[in-house]
């Protein structure tokens, strides 16, 4: 049986999502590995918040790196 540390997907990627949020508001650098379905989900989410914008923190100032697990091996 599979274990998971948490019980809904979206309650662990809005949490993800605060995370990466205050540390990209302050000038820090994020990085991720997870499904290609949670990266899109995690990115929305960070996207709701004012003021971040993941295009540019990851392609402009490589601030966030998030990277399909499927690419990983």
């Keep these: 049986m599979p274990c998971s540390f948490y019980t809904d997907d979206g309650v662990l990627l809005d949490e993800l999502a605060a995370l990466f949020r205050a540390a990209l508001g302050?000038?820090?650098s994020v990085a991720?590995?997870?499904t290609s379905s949670h990266l899109k989900r995690l990115g929305e989410a960070i996207t709701r918040a004012k003021g971040v914008d993941v295009s540019e923190a990851t392609q402009?100032?490589?601030?966030l790196y998030m990277l399909d697990a499927d690419q990983a091996v």
Excluded: F, H, V
Aim: proline residues 0%.
């Design 26 to 28: 302050k000038g820090q």
């Design 60 to 63: 402009k100032n490589g601030r």
């Design 32 to 34: 991720t590995i997870m």
